[in-house]
């Protein structure tokens, strides 16, 4: 769709560059209505409700990284466990106590524990926790999505729609679209009285696949809310 100037009101209309549509104008304020609808029911979120939200992550953060630390020390000793049976093994093949079949099959054996051992400390050691950042700055963005919204320039209402809402369509004057994750989420919850679900929900959040770049993704979202 493109604006259109028409009596100091701006209206909209489809380009009509496939040849399949009529071109119905609808003004920018029919447009936006059902938009400004979410937006100020994602406003009523209470910051208490957020607070909670972030804090139960929080706690939820220090349990995995306990168990992270426990699961990294048990590997980290099997693995030296492992290096001290290879420093034997030679030892073993050189005083004639195993064979040479002997030496390699179990070479082969422990290298391979040790390899999968590296994989797993791994994904230990890279275990993504900037979930809760991303969640906080989401929620705050959430929370502030109207003000932000009546604020910014085009360009910045745009992709400030653009983190909100997938599939916008059309039918004549009627918009229609759907709310992206983590917002629809947002939106169910902050009709409810507590946070304590919606922590749940976020911290199953695959956030890698809401956002394969992370630090990039989260860059964008901090610019909007510090907009």
Same mark, same amino acid.
């Given at each position: 769709?493109? !604006? ?9 209309a489809c ?5 399949i ?5 609808? *003004? ?5 209505? !059902? ?31 306990a168990?992270h ?10 693995y030296?466990?492992i ?8 030892d ?13 099959k ?8 040790q ?7 791994e ?12 969640a906080? *700055? ?16 085009v ?22 679209y759907?709310l992206?994750? !983590?917002?629809d989420?947002?939106? *169910? ?12 929900d976020?911290? *199953? ?8 770049f ?9 610019s909007?809310v510090t907009?």
């Open positions: 769709m493109s !604006p259109e100037m028409h009596k100091g009101h701006i209206y909209y380009t009509n560059g496939k040849g549509c009529n071109k119905v104008y609808t *003004t920018e304020n029919d447009l936006l209505k !059902p938009v400004y609808e979410v937006l100020k029911a994602l406003e009523r979120m209470p910051q208490e409700q957020i607070d909670e939200v972030v804090a139960g992550l929080k706690q939820s953060h220090s349990s995995k990284q168990y630390g426990q699961a990294i020390g048990g590997l980290q000793k099997e030296n466990e290096q001290t049976k290879l420093d034997r093994l030679i073993l093949l050189l005083d004639g106590s195993i064979t040479k079949d002997e030496h390699d179990k070479l082969k054996q422990l290298k391979g524990r390899q999968e051992i590296n994989i797993l400390l994904e230990h050691t890279d275990a993504d926790e900037s979930y809760i950042i991303a906080a *700055t989401v929620l705050n963005l959430a929370k502030r999505a109207r003000a932000l919204f009546e604020s910014s320039e360009p910045e209402k745009r992709a400030l729609l653009n983190f909100l809402l997938q599939n916008s369509t059309v039918d004549g004057k009627k918009p229609s759907a992206r994750s !983590p917002f989420t947002i939106l *169910t919850w902050s009709k409810r009285p507590t946070g304590l679900a919606l922590v749940d976020f911290r *199953t959040l695959d956030w890698a696949e809401e956002y394969p992370p630090s990039m993704a989260l860059g964008e979202l901090r909007l907009n």
